[in-house]
């Protein structure tokens, strides 16, 4: 084989913006049709897609170190869930970073009994109950290989909850109502009028 006889497009990279296009239209496949998909299933043939915010590269926060929790609440607790349960968690530390000027701060969680390394970070912000659901949205993130971690609003999804209220979904503790605007990630559809 000659180097001519080679695909094209074999090793593609992607832009950051392609990627989380591809990631939001996966997701939009799962949701339409999976058998677990939170979209009711009477509701899913008629399903077309989420609504998102534009992909915005400054609503990424890298290198962020998980400081220790030090508010006043205790590390151990139980989250309210949307269905009245309480489930066991644990403060996992903070995160500190500026956002549209702002200096601020997030708590970071970790479920009792999770195996994997995984850190829950649900917020509202300025836009909960208007442009996004009112209880808030959430972001799953992992360390990177040097220890540090990525706050990408970007990839802010509204709980299953949103969807159908079958789901048990955690509720956004106070501590993490942060007093700006993120418009990355998962948004309400826009209302007729």
């Known amino acids: 084989m000659t ?48 609504t998102y915010y534009p992909v915005d590269e400054a609503m990424v926060i890298d290198d962020l170190a998980l400081g220790p929790y030090a508010g006043t609440e205790p590390v151990r607790f139980e989250i309210p869930t949307s269905d009245g349960r309480l489930r066991p968690a644990e403060r ?22 999770g195996t994997n390394g995984s850190l829950f970070v649900p917020f509202l912000d300025a836009t909960s109950g208007v442009e996004t659901y009112g209880a808030g949205r959430y972001l799953d993130i992992e360390a990177e290989d040097d220890g540090t971690y990525s706050l990408d609003f ?40």
């Open 154 to 193: 970007n990839l802010a999804y509204h709980p299953s909850c949103a969807y159908d209220p079958r789901f048990s979904c955690p509720i956004t503790p106070p501590e993490n109502r942060l007093p700006v605007r993120v418009e990355a990630g998962e948004r309400l559809p826009p209302t007729s009028s």
């Open 3 to 50: 180097d001519h006889d080679q695909p094209e497009h074999e090793h593609r990279h992607l832009s950051y913006r392609d990627a989380v296009l591809g990631y939001r239209a996966d997701k939009d496949r799962f949701f339409r049709d999976s058998a677990g998909s939170p979209i009711p299933a009477e509701e899913r043939s008629s399903f077309e897609g989420l």
């Open 92 to 113: 996992a530390g903070v995160f500190r970073f500026v956002l549209e000027g702002r200096d601020l701060s997030i708590t970071a969680y970790r479920f009792a009994g």
